[in-house]
């Protein structure tokens, strides 16, 4: 195959993957944490030079004051959101970096059930049954009454609940606001809602 085809295949595949990445959605892109033996890491999201798409979603995604769970611990993004070479790979491989901070857990509470860890400046982590989840997530599927913005808070809280991601009380007072906006939530949630209930008190 000569110089010149072999340029043109490269060019129609780089075409093929910059289309490809421009019409994908790609959703919750997976984080990554790098430690080094001298106690320092960062955390970071693998990306190639074509996927500005990817680049603009990840960014979005994680910013400045997003909580992260790695290893048994939450740690909070400070600063970053810049590309970077990969050592040891392609050029064509980049990582978007990002740094941050741990947060001291402060304690834990039982409440019916369900664990609540505390940690500062007001942050907690749900530990709830992923079976009381699966039934408010097949409610919220199934019932069109539901407003489609509220639809996406509360998908958007029932992830953090199965990621063990840190969540803040003014999230979960809303929270309970639609619980109590869709009654029926109540009876598919209801040890998230008593807990709500007490614990909002």
Known sequence: MSLVMIFIVVIIILFLLIYYDKKTNYGNIPIYMRQFENGEYYFFVRVFVWQKNKIMQAQKLYMQNTYLHFNGYEYVI??????????????????????????????????????????????????????????????????????????????AFLQKLKNKQLIEQQELSYIYTLFLKYEPLASFGINLFNFLKSFLK
């Open 78 to 155: 400070t600063h970053g959101g810049l590309l970077f070479p990969v050592n040891n790979a392609l050029f064509i491989e980049k990582e978007i970096r990002y740094f941050g901070k741990a947060i001291s857990k402060q304690g834990s509470e039982n409440y019916n059930n369900i664990v609540i860890n505390q940690y500062g400046e007001g942050l907690i982590s749900i530990d709830l049954s992923s079976n009381e989840i699966v039934s408010i997530e097949k409610y919220i599927s199934q019932d069109n009454t539901i407003d489609l913005q509220d639809k996406e808070v509360i998908e």
